[in-house]
């Protein structure tokens, strides 16, 4: 089974305020009081004329079954979220490349900026595969529900660099 998830975030700012935001390093660097997630490590923003990728390292902080550790290191589900922007129509496609059980572990998500008056809102929407037999739903929805309480997080991050 796969596991879906959507979250609608909004700001009173345009989106390229938002945005520059997201490509901003010291941005993300100040990210220092998550509960679900590390603080992020930059790994690399690149910003070109058409796209910008950003690279960051993040260790989830949640509480997996405990029989998922004869297949994952409950101590150090880690990945490198990879978002590659494109600036012209403000989207995103996101990449997770776990750092352990790479095979048993996939996620990905899309995310938009759009203008709505005057809020910018970002849409993301993403899903999260565990191929562990009959313990991969239970993983799921632990690793789902963090990225969901890391996103809730983020935004009010932005607002208050938006302030």
Do not use: C
């Amino acid at each position: 089974m796969t596991v879906k998830f959507t979250e609608e975030q909004k700001w009173s700012a345009t989106t390229h305020e938002v945005l520059e935001v997201y490509l901003d390093s010291e941005f993300w660097s100040s990210l220092t009081d998550l509960s679900a997630t590390s603080t992020p490590e930059v790994l690399d923003i690149k910003r070109g004329a058409h796209t910008a990728v950003v690279r960051l390292h993040y260790v989830l902080a949640v509480e997996l079954p405990k029989e998922a550790s004869r297949f994952i290191d409950p101590n150090d589900v880690a990945w490198v979220e990879e978002t590659t922007w494109t600036l012209k129509d403000m989207s995103a496609q996101v990449r997770f490349l776990a750092d352990q059980a790479s095979q048993l572990l996939k996620a990905n998500a899309s995310a938009a900026l759009a203008q709505q008056g005057d809020a910018a809102v970002r849409s993301v929407r993403g899903e999260v595969k565990v191929h562990i037999p009959l313990l991969g739903g239970r993983v799921e929805k632990v690793i789902v529900q963090g990225v969901q309480d890391h996103l809730k997080e983020e935004a009010s991050a932005v607002q208050d660099r938006l302030s």
